[in-house]
């Protein structure tokens, strides 16, 4: 087992908000590959869940999908990625077509495409970091 001080050898990507992680977990890093592999198998489904609600032209279920992809990202220290999922839902709320909200839309996807591949990355990092 690690001790403390070799915990906090960790680098985070810089992308990571390594504060709010901290803030939420301390320096658990087992229980954060924990959260980091559970956000992931949510997420993937869930955004599968907003590219059917865009390509449908359905507004209030994209809004709804957006809405539960929110938090996820608070949860792995990405609050401008969880920003972002905010300001899309609030799109959704006012849009009468999708058509409006594309150009948002193709924005959001290539944040959440970046978000899961970061998240990926440090998820296997974690993995690897936590080997005993």
Do not use: W
């Not at 920003?83 to 150009?103: G, M, N």
Request: charged letters at 25%; hydrophobic letters at 35%.
């Amino acid at each position: 087992m690690r001790n403390q001080a070799e915990h906090n050898t960790f680098i985070f990507n810089n992308e990571i908000d390594r504060d709010l992680l901290f803030s939420l977990y301390e320096d658990d890093f087992p229980y954060i590959e924990e959260i980091f592999s559970i956000t992931l198998s949510q997420i993937k489904p869930d955004i599968s869940q907003l590219l059917t609600a865009f390509e449908a032209g359905n507004t209030q279920e994209l809004r709804r999908a957006t809405h539960k992809l929110k938090p996820s990202f608070g949860f792995v220290g990405l609050p401008a990625m969880q920003e972002q999922c905010r300001q899309f839902e609030s799109e959704c709320s006012v849009a009468t077509s999708v058509d409006s909200l594309t150009p948002s839309f193709r924005k959001l996807v290539a944040g959440l495409d970046a978000s899961v591949i970061l998240l990926e990355s440090e998820y296997q990092k974690l993995k690897e970091f936590n080997q005993p």
